[in-house]
């Protein structure tokens, strides 16, 4: 099993441009996350998933959008990049509120928005 | 909502023992803890629920105090490899968010 698999892994966006940070899981997980975390910082909970067509905010999802189509993929989208979003982007997956298993993360991707 | 990590650093010499605290105002349903090297992603330990158990995993270990919404996180005889910033997690009955303390950095010395 690959886990979960973020892409791409660096990415250097200039101030108003948009993208696309993917996110696919292979463990048949139904809940899935998005965080940022800044340098130094915890972790802050940008978007959620409880399964497929189900999405919903969590602490900080100004400037941010996300989709579930499918069980395995959990797109974020940056429109119009600013300076602030500039972070560690996470990816966790998990098989269901307090599942023994805890959350499995992607390796991340940081983003730098100049 | 955020809990409240303590302490914010710790500095040890390999073989000595360490305490993390995690506190939270709101009720909670679950308690997690992870661990997150420099540059890598967060690694999961373990998760307690709702009932005051504890768990242990080798010799790191924790328990969790439903009357005071309070998890701490033990760790025995200390090696190199415990190295890096430890995170609480916290779950709460009404939601499925996980909120995640600000994170205490364990350095370990030989």
């Known amino acids: 099993n690959a886990g979960v698999t973020q892409t791409p892994k660096f990415r250097i966006l200039k101030i108003g441009q948009s993208m696309t940070l993917q996110c696919t899981q292979d463990?048949?997980?139904?809940?899935m996350y998005w965080y940022r975390q800044d340098p130094g910082m915890g972790l802050k909970l940008i978007y959620y998933?409880?399964?497929?067509?189900?999405?919903d905010k969590g602490e900080v999802p100004n400037g941010y959008n996300v989709s579930r189509s499918t069980t395995e993929d959990f797109p974020l989208r940056l429109e119009l990049a600013a300076p602030s979003q500039t972070s560690v982007y996470f990816c966790?997956?998990?098989?269901?509120?307090?599942?023994?298993?805890?959350?499995?993360f992607g390796s991340g991707t940081r983003l730098t928005v100049v | 909502q955020q809990p409240v990590q303590s302490p914010q650093a710790v500095i040890l010499r390999e073989g000595e023992d360490a305490v993390i605290n995690c506190s939270s105002s709101?009720?909670?349903?679950?308690v997690h803890w992870y661990r997150q090297k420099h540059g890598e992603a967060p690694v999961f330990l373990m998760i307690?629920?709702?009932g005051g158990e504890q768990k242990g995993h080798e010799k790191i270990s924790a328990s969790f105090n439903e009357k005071k919404q309070q998890s701490s996180l033990y760790l025995t005889a200390s090696q190199l490899s415990y190295s890096g910033t430890y995170f609480c997690?916290?779950?709460?009955?009404?939601?499925?968010?996980?909120?995640w303390g600000a994170g205490t950095k364990l350095i370990i010395k030989p």
């Open positions: 966790a997956s998990s098989y269901s509120k307090g599942h023994p298993r805890g959350y499995t």
């Open positions: 463990m048949n997980h139904n809940y």
């Open positions: 998933s409880v399964g497929a067509g189900i999405t």
């Open positions: 709101k009720a909670l349903y679950s």
């Open positions: 307690l629920l709702k």
């Open positions: 997690g916290t779950e709460m009955d009404s939601n499925y968010q996980l909120i």
